[in-house]
């Protein structure tokens, strides 16, 4: 198979420094999405991430590390193959905050803000003064203005159990009525679009709680930020983060929500690479992005990577790996539907490979040795999906 030849033989990342160097240039021409949180401590930040990601708190907590004086930085699934980077500005409530330094950090590395904001909280001048400061240091980089803890001033009322009175009424479907929204809502929500007037340009309530807290729906309002966000994204990263929350996941134990984050990071780096506009150049770098998620996914499953398994692995896609990639390149020549092609294709081919090692590893940790044949079948319907969720909306 020329999937194992070539990665086995000749252009197999030996670590992780070597894989690094491979595609920073990638990492050049399409950066890694990273949102800039800025709040409160216990305005709803880490609630934020953990919509967005489907990573337990304690993940959260340990992947942060420092950046400025003032900020932290957490990379998820890791900082090797991130999916998205998000950037946490603490010091907020202290009256010696400068936020110079975070503005220096961040001004050309992050996309978007997300500014979080209890909806009872009044004393937010804190909060207002630094904004001001880096809005006017990148006026055109998005902000979005999230309110949170909305239950916490309507009694006991439950916003998620029914239909979302914050729906768009373009997105309703023929007599849909959208419910009233609540008092002292509406008025509490227009005092912070004032206090916040030219400092946002979204405005997003959303109520994320814990199951425990009991409400019908704990992520009240999250598809709209997720699709708010989603729209400043690069395509390849937005369809692999479509899927992060998928209720797929919910029953998986923690070493296979591990392994699908990895299978969603190299598939939206394999896109991004599909898209560079040269032929043939980014062949063996997919090849390697591919190569190294085979290997993470056998760490994540504490398996060893044989010859044999290998063989088995490579066997996954058959030849149609080969053909395929080759067929992407002569598209290439086609300007911009080349380009389309070879993303969409790099990343269904790397999200059903990384499905069907996936499955294989899982497997050979129970004890089953699975046949080339079972691979081939499991990877013919995850290249469906990987194809479905590219064009996913």
Known sequence: MALARWNWRSGRPED?????KQIQEIRDKTPVPTIWLFGKTGSGKSSVVRFLTGAEDATIG????????TS??????DSLEPLLSFFDTRGLAEANYDPSDDIAAFADSTQLMIVTVRIGDHALHR???PLRRIRKASPHRPIMLVLTCLHEVIGG???????????????????????????PLPDLIQEKVNQFAGLHDAVIPVDLTQLEDGFADPNFGGDRLKHAIL?????????????????????????????????????ALAGTAGAVPVPWVDIPIVLGIQTHLAMKLAKIYDQEITPARWAVLSSAAGTRVAVRLGMRGILKFIPWVGIAAGAATSFAFTYALGMSWDWYFADLRQGHVPSSEQLKEIFAEELKRGHELWRAK
Do not use: M
């Not at 932290?72 to 699934?77: M, Q």
């Not at 990263?237 to 190299?266: C, E, F, H």
């Open 157 to 183: 009322i439950d916003l998620s159990d029914g239909p979302d009175p914050f729906t768009d009424p373009a997105e309703l479907d023929g007599d849909d009525q959208r419910p009233s929204v609540p008092d």
């Open 72 to 77: 932290r930085r957490f990379d998820f699934p």
């Open 127 to 129: 909060v207002i003064e």
């Open 231 to 267: 729209e400043q994204l690069p395509h390849a990263y937005r369809q692999a983060i479509l899927t992060l929350n998928d209720s797929k996941t919910d029953n998986a134990s923690s070493r296979q929500r591990r392994a699908r984050w990895q299978v969603l990071a190299s598939s």
């Open 16 to 20: 992780d420094a070597d894989y690094e």
């Open 62 to 69: 340990e992947g942060y590390r420092p950046e400025t004086k």
